[in-house]
């Protein structure tokens, strides 16, 4: 009864309190996650894979669900209305981006936390508080330019300046199509201008999530501070800058870190991974585009699941075509070169004809041209619903203000 009272819920107490255990939720799902999920990895595959669908459905339908909740009441109309902005969007992904690395653990195993260098429940639950990938290394081995603090926290301070940067260009895109009407009119009116701006600004937008993992790189990055350990902590950012990459492998390598580690370890490798890839890379595309339906309901209120899997299936077959491609170049290269010396091993031999692969400009074209039309295809074929953002509301989030009036989205 008392949350019902008006004069109870605009007092700055509740307002504090609300958002402050909106905050708290999330990190204690993460925690709770990364702890649980170093107790289990010695655990049987069958019966931790098991635990972990159990606690991930459960942990995050309760943050998301409160969070949202919390966040809707508190925040502006511009920010909380997904067809106003795209904030309430990329806050989504962050979330996601964050739960879905606290809860790899739970289905990697000791696979997951030896690759990150994890060896103690304090690094595992460290770990899991990252909306990035965390990386546990040691101080010999470890790739910084300069072990210590100091080179991670100057990175971290350099992603972030990167940040800005890309959301400065992005407010002069944004400002530019709003002082000429006639240019935005254009653009839409036009499917391949359309696809190929909407591209473009959506790698912008998805840029910013890495906001908090460059905090977190910030805070915690660097040399650790037990004198008695010999490990740097190392922060990898969710997203790259995508819209300049040339394959669908790094596309995939780039985009939604995090996430792609947890179907990594869900779905790909418990299937065969590359060595049966005609089964592996659908189910891993199946996984992930059932795993969206959720999100345009929630978000927008709307049916998109024909849209996700039209997107979804365009990538799945870009992905295929990449993969029969490079097994295709590599098999005739291991015949041409089967005169080879006999000390030279397998994995040299395979070395050296990605080398060989990667070098040839024919093939260069190929993967870029592939990448960047699947892209647009995918972009094309689902913006208006399972996107639920269009150049209006895109640009509405980079000027931080309603501006545009989207007419295009289809919210029936």
Known sequence: SL???????????????????AMAIPFCASASAGYLGYSLRRMQPGYRWGIGMGFTALSMSISGAYVAKMLKARLSEYARNPFVSGWR?????????????????????????????????????????????????????????????????????????????VFGAGHVISKLIQQNPSLKTTIESNRFLNAE???????????????????????????????????????????????????????????????????????????????????????????????????????????????????????????LVQIGAENYLIGQYFQKDADSPDDVSQKQKLEQAKEAMNSNRVWQVFCFGLVHVSMSVAVDLAYRKAFGADLSILGNTFLLQPVFVSNSINRE
């Open 3 to 21: 949350l019902d009272d008006s004069s109870i819920m605009e007092t700055w107490q509740y307002r504090t309190l609300s958002m402050t255990t």
């Open 197 to 319: 701006m909407l591209k473009l600004l959506y790698c912008f937008a998805f840029y910013l999530t890495n906001v908090s993992s460059c905090v977190y790189g910030i805070l915690f990055g660097g040399e650790s501070d037990d004198d008695a350990s010999e490990y740097v902590v190392e922060v990898v950012k969710p997203y790259k800058f995508v819209y300049t990459l040339g394959s669908v492998r790094e596309f995939w390598k780039s985009w939604s870190r995090p996430v792609g580690e947890f179907l990594r370890y869900v779905v790909y490798e418990p299937l065969g991974g590359r060595k049966n890839m005609m089964i592996s890379v659908p189910a891993l595309f199946a996984w992930n585009g059932l795993s969206h339906y959720q999100l345009s309901r929630n978000l927008y209120g709307l049916d998109a699941d024909r849209d996700w899997n039209k997107l979804f299936s365009v990538l799945c077959g870009a992905c």
């Open 89 to 165: 969007l990329l806050a989504t992904v962050t979330l996601t981006l964050w739960m879905a690395n606290a809860h790899t653990g739970l289905f990697g195993g000791n696979k997951y936390f030896a690759a990150h260098g994890i060896d103690s429940h304090r690094k595992a639950v460290l770990n899991a508080l990252c909306a990035g990938q965390v990386y546990f290394r040691p101080k010999t081995k470890s790739t910084s330019p300069a072990a210590g603090r100091t080179s991670q926290r100057y990175r971290s301070c350099v992603d972030l300046m990167k940040v800005c940067g």
